[in-house]
């Protein structure tokens, strides 16, 4: 199963999760500083059928930083019901989100599946295929910060065929590793290790 395969599959399955929560779950904040899990819905779908053209003018409209608030903000206006429907359309990467290879798309939809069901105290078990990649390309995707986050360390998951690195080992559960080295705090106290107090301290700067 390629990326834009394994990204289709996560989107289905978040789309299968949101149609089971409450409104009021929608309006629950999620581990994306500012962001709502009806904000981190509408971000997932942000890039997709958008030109080079669309994301300069999104960066020239929220001065490059915000970028991906613009996006967001244009999709405010869509009731729960029309941002579930939109992302039930959209399963399949499109346009730019298709970059490398669906790999972006799928580290993206991955990574905030769980931003939304972590404050929910909803987890659930990604399947181990889907996860080994994801962790694979978080660690060597320079756009984001995984590939700092991790420099150094040596990980290796506890339930997880899977490793990467040298240096002191960072050890725990994949998905906790997963997003801790994605920059979510929450995630550093499921983790144990001699490299736990470095990837502790990287993530506080």
Do not use: Y
């Not at 199963?1 to 989107?11: S, Y």
């Not at 669309?54 to 967001?72: C, E």
């Not at 019901?81 to 972006?104: C, E, S, V």
């Amino acid at each position: 199963m390629d990326g834009l395969e394994m990204a289709t599959a996560e989107r289905t399955d978040l789309a299968e999760f949101l149609s089971t929560m409450t409104p009021e779950q929608w309006e629950a904040q999620s581990l994306c500083e500012h962001w709502r899990v009806r904000d981190v819905v509408a971000h997932v779908m942000s890039f997709d059928g958008v030109t080079p053209l669309d994301v300069l003018r999104r960066a020239i409209r929220g001065r490059l930083v915000n970028i991906n608030q613009v996006a967001v903000d244009d999709l405010a206006s869509l009731s729960i019901d029309q941002l579930l429907d939109k992302l039930r359309t959209h399963l399949r990467p499109q346009g730019l989100a298709t970059t490398f290879g669906g790999r972006l798309a799928l580290l993206d939809v991955t990574i905030h599946h769980q931003d939304i069901r972590r404050p929910l105290g909803l987890p659930r078990q990604i399947p181990a295929t889907r996860l080994r990649r994801v962790l694979a390309d978080s660690v060597r995707s320079p756009e984001l910060p995984g590939w700092r986050h991790s420099r150094g360390l040596r990980l290796t998951p506890t339930d997880l065929d899977w490793r990467h690195g040298s240096g002191p080992e960072l050890t725990g559960p994949a998905e906790a590793m997963l997003m801790a080295i994605a920059g979510r705090r929450d995630a550093i106290g499921e983790l144990s290790g001699p490299g736990q107090p470095l990837l502790a301290r990287r993530l506080t700067r």
